[in-house]
């Protein structure tokens, strides 16, 4: 499990070794922690072929400050998506 806290996310340049990951099951959950903090965990379930179905593979958690992070690198690389 991770949680993206306050440290600078950096992206990284990877030229002959990136490829796309296999589509994989995945769920959210809201909560709140123990300062009241809104945060949110991503979790994400293996492939079908995995030995342990339905265990969760990776979980990621963001409160606000690292979720509008993120949402700024999403409309850099994703330029049409528009605010409603």
């Known amino acids: 499990m991770a949680f993206i806290g306050k440290s600078n996310g950096s992206a990284m340049e990877k030229v002959n070794k ?15 922690d123990d300062q009241l903090n809104t945060i949110l965990q991503i979790d994400t379930y293996g492939k079908g072929s995995r030995k342990m179905q339905g265990k969760i593979s990776q979980s990621i958690q963001m409160d606000r400050e690292s979720a509008l992070r993120i949402q700024s690198i999403i409309k850099s690389t994703f330029s049409d998506i528009n605010e409603k």
């Open 18 to 32: 990136t490829r796309v990951h296999h589509e994989v099951e995945w769920t959210y959950t809201v909560f709140k």
